[in-house]
């Protein structure tokens, strides 16, 4: 309601390196991973949600939110992770209200967008949200919360339920699972899907 979001078809969870091993995946599998996800998505209204971070594959699925072209309808792509590892979060926490911040480059040398403990918001995705359990730096306590709201979404009592006939029990919304990459140890070279 507070977005003024219809409910989505389809849910597509994707999740996977969050680091620079997405990097070892082919151009040519992160074009046709970007241009198959853009489709899927836009054809059948899904929302998308990741991490949110500007780095990895989180920032492959961002970057294929911008080159989604313009007048082809907004693709909604969620990012939910922990408000105390965003760069700049207590000045957001002083505010009261969300707000956009540009963000600095690292300066030791490198261009990495993951700082330490603390990392950039991917500026494509179209929401946000932040948990906060008044951690700083601590990565994983928005799981629970992305699995409660994935398993609500994916309910049959959800408003996203398929309706049917009168009398007939909804059906709940599919979810597709998208693991890309990841593994400490050699990065799957493309995308896997669960």
Known sequence: D?????PPPVLISVTGAGNNTIDLMPAKERTIFRRGLREAARRVGAWIITGGTNAGVM???GSMVHSAEEGQGEIVCLGMMPAGIVQRHEEMLTTGQGAVFNYHEPRRGGSSKVEGSRAQLEPNHSHFILIDNGTTGKYGVEISN??????YICSPNSPSAIRGEPGEDPLPTP????????G???ALT????M
């Not at 507070?2 to 219809?6: D, I, M, P």
């Not at 992305?146 to 398993?151: H, K, P, V, Y």
């Not at 493309?190 to 899907?193: A, D, N, R, V, Y």
């Open 59 to 61: 920032s492959l699925v």
């Open 146 to 151: 992305r699995i409660a709201l994935e398993d």
């Open 190 to 193: 493309g995308p896997s899907i």
């Open 175 to 182: 979810m597709v699972l998208l693991v890309v990459s990841g």
């Open 2 to 6: 507070t977005w003024g979001l219809k």
């Open 184 to 186: 400490e140890e050699g």
